[in-house]
């Protein structure tokens, strides 16, 4: 029903920049929050980055001054740009979103999850 697809993923060395897309598509009403995640080997998964349908940002201390998170309403996707990358900011960052679908009369809400894309960060 809704599909959400990560990209721009890949290898940068350190101090180097990168933006990660993500798009969403489907049987979509509404974009409500969207946010990126990361997962490095052997962590558990971490909040980077949200963003409320206006505008409204958040980011986790790591990566604050660094990393912007955005979207394009019309285009139905998000963004993350990654710049002065560290090694330590080696993981598959997922893109996550809650997204209304109407089915009828019904809207339903809920979280979906994109199946992520790896950056390496070479020292």
């Known amino acids: 029903q809704v599909q959400v697809v990560e990209s721009g993923g890949g290898l940068v060395q350190a101090g180097g920049s990168r933006r990660l897309s993500c798009a969403f598509s489907?049987?979509?009403?509404?974009?409500?929050?969207m946010g990126w995640y990361r997962q490095a080997p052997g962590k558990q998964r971490e909040l980077v980055a949200t963003v409320t349908r206006d505008g409204s940002t958040n980011y986790a201390d790591s990566v604050k001054g660094r990393f912007t998170i955005s979207r394009d309403n019309a285009k139905n996707t998000g963004y993350l740009q990654m710049n002065s990358l560290k090694p330590e900011d080696t993981a598959v960052y997922y893109c996550n979103a809650e997204i209304s679908t109407v089915a009828g009369t019904t809207i339903t809400s809920r979280n979906y999850w994109g199946k992520g894309t790896l950056v390496t960060v070479s020292s």
């Open positions: 489907g049987s979509i009403f509404s974009i409500n929050a």
